[in-house]
């Protein structure tokens, strides 16, 4: 089930249906991942403040996802080489961050049942990752991917008329010179143009001059349809872009 839903979310991104990854409506979507801001805010908030919970689980990485019947909570504990799925029924007429919410209190407080009964948290651990599908042969498909973008590119691109693919050209400074010519002509004050726009332009060029001299990156792990947790910095991700490189 967790392979076929994979599936067809990718499948629906391909062919424009999108569902909101935070609620799953597709209604007056586009080409939009959230339906809202505030959709993707409340359930990042809820993921956020239940994360006691895989700390207690000793999590080293899992993932959140759903359909329109099943939640699901992947969990790789540290030290192990199984993960462990939560699989928990959906309520018809709630929202996923809703019934996470109900599946979070459910796990929890059957963590704090046996912690109070045994007087022992490993034992209370145990007793929670038991209720849970051990797939020995699949940790690996928890790991993230990494995403590596250029940093801080996005304005300077739009000022120059340029693609991002432009900077991975060989001809990188050529073409950024070429642009630059071309909405100088433009925008000059000399050739009527717009002093501030000019500015602006100016501005791009040079940023991407230097950029180009010395290229810098940012990366964020993630996957493109799941939340994503780490525990090392106990906080969830939002799903990544889809277009991504396995690390």
């Known amino acids: 089930m967790k392979t076929a839903h994979i599936k067809d979310t990718l499948t629906s991104h391909a062919h424009g249906n999108n569902r ?4 799953g409506t597709d209604e007056n979507m586009g080409r939009r991942k959230y339906c809202s801001i505030e959709c993707r805010q409340k359930l990042r ?6 994360t006691g919970l895989l700390k207690a689980l000793n999590t ?11 939640l699901f909570l992947d969990v790789l504990p540290y030290g192990s080489m199984s993960l462990f799925s939560f699989l928990f029924p959906r309520t018809p007429g ?19 049942a046996e912690k109070r009964r045994t007087n022992k948290r490993y034992i209370a651990t145990q007793h929670v990752l038991e209720k849970a599908k051990n797939q020995k042969t699949a940790a690996k498909s928890i790991k993230p991917f990494e995403i590596v973008k250029p940093a801080r590119m996005a304005k300077s691109l739009t000022f120059l008329k340029l693609g991002r693919s432009d900077l991975d050209s060989p001809q990188l400074q050529r073409i950024i010179k070429g642009a630059y010519r071309q909405q100088a002509k433009v925008h000059h004050p000399d050739h009527s143009g717009d002093t501030a726009v000019f500015r602006k332009v100016q501005q791009a060029y040079e940023q991407l001059m230097d950029w180009a001299e010395n290229p810098t990156f940012t990366r964020r792990r993630g996957f493109p349809d799941k939340w994503f947790y780490e525990g090392a910095t106990n906080r969830w991700i939002q ?9």
């Not at 909101?20 to 609620?23: G, V």
């Not at 908030?45 to 239940?50: E, G, I, K, T």
């Not at 709630?94 to 704090?112: E, H, Q, S, Y």
């Not at 799903?239 to 690390?247: M, V």
């Open 94 to 112: 709630r929202k996923p961050v809703d019934d996470f919410v109900t599946m979070a209190n459910v796990l929890g407080n059957a963590w704090w």
């Open 239 to 247: 799903p990544a872009p889809i277009k991504i490189t396995p690390p």
């Open 20 to 23: 909101c990854l935070s609620c």
């Open 60 to 70: 080293k990485f899992a993932s959140f996802y759903f359909t329109t019947s099943l």
């Open 45 to 50: 908030y809820s993921l956020n403040m239940r």
